[in-house]
Structure formats: C-alpha cells, structure tokens
C-alpha cells in the first residue's frame, strides 16, 4: 500500500534520508526506530508529503507523491497522522477538533462530523471531555483525542511520530492501550517508537534507521528480536542501549 | 485663571450653530477617518503579514517585506503629503479624491505595516507542528491558515493591536495638514477664532482621551471573550512536561 522507492532528502546540504526503500502492506503494523537525528521524523513525514523529497519515489495505495500534479491535500486527508507533541487546535473544543477537518476538508455536515468524532472520542475512552479545552487535559489525554481526531478521517494508514515520548511515564500506558487495539483490529500503521514493548507486541516488522538517514535493518519482527547475532553492529548497540538502562 | 466655557455654547458663525456643535462634528471626523483607516489597516495588515510568512513563495514573501519596510520608515505625516501632492501628479485619476479619502489611504496603509509586523511574529511565534498538523488533516494551506494559524495569531498579538488602535486615533490628528476637519484643526482654528486656548484645547484633549479610553474597555471585552481555556502560555502545548 506504500511503497518508498530510493527516497533521498536533503536540508541544504545535508543529507537526511540516504537511498532509503520500503513497502507497507495493508494490516501491516510497522515500528521504526534508530538513534536521535538518523532521520525518522523527516522518513515518516515524507509519507504524507509534509516533507518534499528531492530523489526517489513514493506511492501511497496508487498514488505517487514525487509527481508535483498530485492533489497532495487530498492524498493527506487520507492519511492520519499523530504528532509527538499532540497539536491538537488549543483555541478549539474537543468536538471542534475532532470536526473540523471532516467538515471542512471532507465536506461531512457537522452533524454527521460530530456523530462520527464522538464515536472515536468514546473509543479512547473520554467522551466525557467533548466540551472541554485541549489545554484542559493531560498529556495522556491529549494525545488520545488526537488519535481520535485523525481516525475521524477515516484514514486508510496511520503515522505516529514518537507518540508516547512527551508523556508522563504514567500516561504511556494509556495511549499505547489505543495504539495495540487499533494494532489488532488490523489498521496499516506505521509508528516511531522506542517502546520495544509495544514493536515486541504488535508489530509485523521493524525498521531500524541510522544516523546519515540509511535504512539499515528491514525485517521481521521475530527476527529482529529473536536473532540478535544476525544483527547489525549498530543495530545491537542501539538495542543494548535502550533494553538495558 | 478664570474659566469660560460657555464660549461653547456661541455661535462661531457659518455652518455650525455652536461650537459644541462643530467640536461633535469635528469629533465625528476624527473617529470616522480613524475607523476607516483602521478597517483598511487591519485587511492589509493581516493579508500582507500572512503573505510573509507563506512557505514556497519568495515573491509574495519580498513582496510583503517591501510594503512593510516601505510604509513604516517614512514619517507618517511625510506619508499624508506625499498622497497629497505627489501621488495624484503621478497618478491622475486619484485627483478626484478628496482629502479625507487621502488621509484614510496614507493612515491606513502607514498602520497596515505596523500590523503586518505583528501578525508575522505572531504567525512565527506558533509551533510549527500547528501548521503540520493541519495540513495532516487535508486542509489547503489557506485553510489551514483560516482557521488554525491566524485565529491562533490574532489572539497572540490582541494586546499590541489593542495599542495601534489607540495609536490611530491620536495619528489621525495629521489630518489637519490636509484640511480635514477632524479634532486637531478644529482646536487651531477656534483657538485662533475665540482667544480660548486653554478651553478648546481641554476639551480636544478630553475626547482623544475618552476614545482612547472606549476602545481599550472594548478590546478588553472581546479579549476576555476570545481567551483560550486553559491555555496559559500562548504556543505552550500543556501537559506531559
Ligand atoms: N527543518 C530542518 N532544517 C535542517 N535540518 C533539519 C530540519 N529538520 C530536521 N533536520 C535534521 O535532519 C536530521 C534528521 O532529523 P529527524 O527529526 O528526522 O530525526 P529523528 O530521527 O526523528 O530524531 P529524533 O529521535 O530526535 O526525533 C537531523 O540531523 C536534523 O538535525
Ligand atoms: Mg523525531
């Protein structure tokens, strides 16, 4: 369903993503992780073209973002996305952040946006807040009704960028809870993460990413965790530096 | 010091059967071509400081930078001549112009670049994943700016614009270079007229004074109506840290 092909991406003239390819299958739950800078952030917001890229091609369910006629908007309304750092709309109410774009992007009427929001809101578990504020919420909290808000989308693949790593560790529990149901019920997800418990849980494959944007391990789960000697250098000292410390 | 001010209840003789009468009317002037101006500043202001801040359009950006730079570095009342005298030579259907739409022009557009440079930093000072994330969503970089980045801007920079708004009403008052007979010219001119110096010029004070005044009480409703819930810091996403 998303294909990366030899993707290459510059700041200036620093290389940030190196000949880099992939492919997601539909249903298929993908961790990514590697150390700080190698990459991951600018690798995954390439897949919704919030980032250009300058070489390569990718192709999300047919549609080729390296083609400058594509209707990238549109191809994003398909795509969720949620952020590290929530961003959730803070001058808007829950409700109002869970319609918006379906109104407004979708052409939903608010009556249908608000019924087909507040069914993710109570799928996350927090119906109870539609009417409050983002700023009163917690992290953990925040974090859910963002998730809520891109899956009101009905997006066909969902992107996380280090969901959980701006949250209190007592929170981390309760946004992963969302992520491993969605994980189950077969959503295609693609997620930054170093909560190798949750990779170890649900993921199909990982991907590991080095400094200097290089793809430098494509595999399966099973045999990213089970066969460490088959691993590259790196690849071990990285695991060693987060499993243990 | 003896007081007079029943000299506003004369009659100066000519249109206006008191000077109380032409002081409202005057009054009238000020806060008319202030409005407009303000109206006009606010559009331009806010198109022109979005212009600058949009990703992937140099022109537009170097275009915005030059009005800004251009409308907010010659003096104001150098600006209201140039409209003036030179503007309509050079352009010579504006001749037809009248003073007031002139001074409305050269005010309005003088502010527009003040404003401008609010609504740039305001845009900047937002976390970029703002923006981020509503493109995320689908949303066109216009919409995306119509209704995530500039409501969350106007609400950053409210207390600075509460200040040019004040600082229209007391600019207005160069208007009077080209005959408009809003406050300032009034109270030369009946100053000159009655000998009442102190009098009129009380009184001219008294009403920048009170719209000063009127417009901070009213900013500050519509700013207590457009707060944030719980939202401390402007740009602070809350929680988790
Ligand atoms: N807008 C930018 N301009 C210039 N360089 C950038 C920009 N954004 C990211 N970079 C650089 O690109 C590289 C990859 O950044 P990226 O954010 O994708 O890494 P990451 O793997 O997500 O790191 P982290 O774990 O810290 O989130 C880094 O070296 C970073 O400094
Ligand atoms: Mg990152």
């Known amino acids: ?245 | 010091m003896n007081w007079d001010w029943e000299i506003f209840f004369q009659d100066p003789g000519g249109q206006h059967t008191t000077y109380l009468e032409w002081l409202m009317s005057a009054w009238g002037w000020t806060l008319s071509v202030s409005l407009l101006a303000l109206l006009l500043a606010l559009l331009m202001g806010f198109m022109i400081g979005t212009l600058r801040t949009l990703p992937k359009h140099p022109g537009w950006v170097l275009f915005g930078t030059g009005w800004t730079e251009l409308f907010r570095n010659i003096p104001l009342l150098l600006q209201i001549f140039l409209w003036y005298h030179v503007i309509p030579a050079l352009v010579p259907p504006l001749k037809e112009l009248s003073g007031f739409v002139l001074v409305v022009l050269a005010l309005g557009f003088f502010t527009s670049a003040r404003i401008s440079e609010q609504v740039y930093s305001g845009i900047r000072a937002l976390p970029k994943g703002q923006f981020y994330a509503a493109q995320a969503l689908g949303m066109t970089t216009w919409q995306s700016y119509r209704y995530v980045i500039l409501p969350r801007a106007g609400r950053i920079i409210l207390p600075p614009l509460v200040n040019e708004m004040m600082s229209i009403v007391k600019n207005s008052s160069v208007a009077f270079a080209v005959s408009v007979s809003e406050l300032t010219l009034f109270a030369l001119q009946v100053q000159e007229e009655t000998a009442r110096g102190v009098e009129v010029y009380l009184a001219v004070t008294g009403l920048y004074v009170v719209s000063a005044l009127a417009i901070n009480l009213l900013m500050g409703q519509i700013e207590r109506r457009v707060q944030i819930p719980g939202l401390v810091l402007p740009g602070a996403t809350g929680g988790g840290h």
């Open chain 1, 1 to 245: 369903m998303i294909e990366l092909k030899q993707v290459s991406k510059w700041y200036g003239a620093v290389q940030v993503l190196n000949d880099c390819s992939a492919q997601i299958h539909k249903g298929e739950v993908v961790v990514v992780c590697g150390p700080s800078g190698s990459g991951k952030s600018t690798l995954i917001k390439t897949i919704n073209a919030l980032e250009p890229i300058q070489q390569g091609e990718i192709w999300v369910d047919s549609i080729p973002l390296h083609d400058p006629k594509t209707n990238l908007p549109k191809l994003r309304s398909r795509v969720g996305m949620v952020f590290q750092h929530f961003e959730l709309f803070p001058h808007l109410s829950v409700t109002e952040n869970l319609t918006l774009a379906q109104v407004k992007v979708l052409g939903r009427s608010l009556d249908e946006a608000k019924k087909h929001g507040l069914e993710y809101l109570e799928r996350v578990g927090l119906i109870a807040h539609k009417d409050k504020f983002p700023g009163q919420l917690s992290g953990g909290q925040q974090q859910r009704v963002a998730i809520a808000r891109a899956l009101s989308m009905d997006p066909i693949v969902m992107l996380f960028d280090e969901p959980t790593s701006a949250l209190d560790p007592e929170m981390v529990g309760e946004v992963l809870d969302v992520m491993v149901s969605l994980a189950k019920e077969g959503m295609t997800m693609v997620v930054v993460t170093h909560e190798m418990g949750f990779a170890r849980k649900v993921s199909n494959r990982v991907i590991f990413m080095d400094v200097g944007g290089r793809i430098l391990e494509d595999c399966s789960r099973d045999e990213f965790f089970g066969n460490p000697d088959a691993r590259q250098p790196r690849t071990r000292e990285f695991l060693d530096k987060i499993l243990h410390h």
